[in-house]
């Protein structure tokens, strides 16, 4: 089975310090999601990719957060500088969206496994 | 985004048929009613999703209410590997770019 590929799986690192996530998707999808997860505050959209253009990053902290996609086989999520409360753990999606408008069908996800934040 | 309802938690046996309810009260006719579990440590899985037939496939079922204001998501036999969490997301038909944002959802826990 194709997968969603992030790393790394974990990362501890010290306030202040600037964190890269990565995240491969799957071959062929052309949008990817980032969420992140928080026992307080559930799974929470970042941002959202299609044909590796930002198409909303509304959910994300503009000041310290960016998320780019350098090429279609690669996404990433960086924190600069990190903070405690970035603390989480951080999922990428992909999926596969054809056809345009009202006709345009949405594929389910494909979740990575994620990457554990430690920010200390 | 329309809203669903979900218990918190449900507990079942092994082996038994187990029945995740979810309230959709708002949801529109171009929603489609998708479901979703995360297993310990893992991401989100996909399991099945429909608009307004029920839907079988390998992992599950899902049965619609003929309203569409509430569904159940069934899984037939559970094993202790579906222990998770169970969530039920309203996703729209078309119109390009369609979020999936994730409520509180269902713990589920299996008993052996």
């Known amino acids: 089975d194709a997968r969603v590929t992030q790393t790394p799986r974990h990362k501890v690192t010290e306030m202040g310090q600037e964190v890269t996530m990565r995240c491969q998707p799957i071959?062929?999808?052309?949008?990817v999601f980032w969420y992140r997860q928080t026992m307080m505050q559930g799974l929470e959209l970042l941002a959202y990719?299609?044909?590796?253009?930002?198409?909303?990053d509304s959910g994300m902290p503009k000041d310290r957060f960016s998320a780019e996609m350098p090429d279609a086989t690669l996404a990433t999520l960086k924190i600069q500088p990190s903070e405690p409360r970035d603390s989480a753990v951080y999922f990428c999606?992909?999926?596969?969206?054809?056809?345009?408008?009202?006709?345009?069908?949405?594929?389910?996800?494909?979740f990575g496994n994620g990457t554990r934040l430690t920010v200390t | 985004d329309a809203k669903t309802t979900q218990p918190n938690s449900m507990e079942s046996n092994e082996e038994e048929p187990v029945h995740l309810p979810c309230n959709h009260s708002t949801i529109s006719g171009t929603d489609y009613i998708h479901w979703y579990r995360q297993l310990p440590s893992q991401g989100p899985e996909y399991v099945i999703h429909?608009?307004?037939s029920n839907v079988n496939n390998r992992m599950a079922s899902l049965a619609i209410a003929e309203d569409r204001k509430s569904s159940t998501l069934i899984l037939h036999r559970a094993t202790l590997r579906d222990a998770a969490v169970y969530y039920c997301i309203l996703r729209a038909r078309g119109g390009g770019y369609n979020k999936l944002i994730f409520g509180a959802g269902t713990r589920l826990a299996v008993h052996p």
């Open positions: 071959l062929g999808h052309n949008t």
């Open positions: 990719f299609r044909n590796r253009a930002p198409l909303d």
């Open positions: 999606a992909s999926g596969l969206v054809t056809g345009t408008g009202a006709n345009s069908y949405n594929s389910p996800l494909h």
């Open positions: 429909g608009l307004t």
